[in-house]
């Protein structure tokens, strides 16, 4: 998530920091994807193993190797607003090769000069870059913009969740996140990519790898076929399986957006009607995606399209609003977060 930081909030994120909390509807998010909260609610802290399993699975898939943005509060971000200077923490995640010098691999698979910290520890693998931008205020009209980018540690003796998850697991996850900000399909927005260019570009990653560090020993990372994905970022939740990418019948990697896994909380059949029956058939998928579009159908029409797609005659109206509410959110965010 995005934290907005405000002089009368600094308690609150003192108190969560490292946390994941759950809003009611006094959570307002904005479509730069910044947050609002009201100060009487704060949220109740997340403590279920599981929950906290899939959530941070998201958060680390929303960091997407370095890239120069268009709009700096796009992406992954974290605002700190002083009385005479606001500054902006950029967050993304990377592979770094580090001795006396440090590199670090951009979003166009290319590596970067960067000033290290003497007190970084060098043997890791991924470290987490943020790029900080000061606005400074100088005069009643004037201000003065500075900026550096940072390595910091993914894997530290004070890390969380994250610590758990294996280099494979990263890599995977950061090579898919920066495919899916860099390509947008308009008609199947879910999908990523094939699974044969995701095993191309694994490859290609993996050749860079060996080659800046000059080492006789090529990094593989054995991936036979997008079910292979589905299946290592999928939990167990309430006997039922909670997924965060599926494979679907033609091998394209599809990202079972966030807006999507909240109704696995709400409603297991229909999650598990729109994953199954939906997301893994791509002719199902592409209808569904373009339902949301289609402004000539009332909301009448939209069900008995979604009842044939999906194949249950259950489904009620309200349900119908709030899932082509939901497409319309997840569309919003791809445009936004697009390189």
Not at 2 to 18: E, P
Not at 143 to 150: E, M, P
Not at 173 to 184: A, H, P, Q
Request: glycine share 4%; aromatic share 14%.
């Amino acid at each position: 998530m995005t934290y907005k930081y405000w002089g009368q909030h600094k308690d609150f994120f003192r108190k969560f920091s490292n946390k994941i909390v759950k809003y009611d509807k006094s959570l307002i998010c904005h479509s730069c994807g910044i947050c609002d909260y009201n100060k009487s609610h704060n949220g109740n802290v997340l403590s279920n193993d599981k929950l906290l399993d899939i959530y941070g699975t998201y958060w680390l898939f929303s960091l997407s190797l370095p890239f120069n943005e268009n709009n700096i509060f796009r992406g992954n971000i974290y605002i700190y607003v002083g009385e005479r200077y606001l500054t902006i923490f950029k967050i993304y995640h990377t592979y770094a090769s580090i001795d006396t010098n440090g590199k670090y691999l951009d979003i166009n698979l290319n590596f970067r000069n960067i000033n290290l910290d003497n007190n970084i520890e060098k043997n890791l693998l991924t470290y987490l870059l943020v790029k900080r931008i000061i606005i400074e205020r100088t005069g009643e009209d004037k201000c003065k913009i500075s900026n550096n980018n940072f390595l910091i540690e993914y894997n530290n003796e004070k890390g969380g969740y994250y610590n758990k998850l294996d280099i494979k697991s990263r890599i995977i996850l950061m090579i898919l996140r920066s495919i899916y900000v860099t390509k947008l399909d308009n008609d199947d927005f879910l999908k990523i990519c094939s699974f044969q260019e995701f095993k191309n570009i694994i490859e290609k990653f993996s050749k860079f790898i060996q080659k800046v560090n000059s080492s006789p020993i090529k990094m593989n990372i054995h991936i036979q076929s997008g079910n292979d994905i589905e299946e290592m970022f999928s939990f167990n939740y309430n006997d039922f399986k909670i997924r965060i990418f599926v494979a679907d019948n033609r091998n394209n990697i599809i990202f079972v957006h966030p807006e999507l896994t909240s109704i696995a909380f709400e409603n297991e059949q229909l999650y598990t009607l729109l994953v199954n029956n939906i997301l893994k058939d791509e002719i199902k998928r592409r209808k569904l995606l373009n339902l949301f579009r289609d402004n000539t159908k009332n909301i009448v029409n939209k069900k008995e399209e979604l009842i044939k797609i999906i194949n249950d005659y259950n489904i009620e109206y309200k349900t119908i609003t709030e899932i082509i509410q939901k497409l319309k959110r997840i569309y919003t965010s791809r445009l936004l977060n697009r390189v």
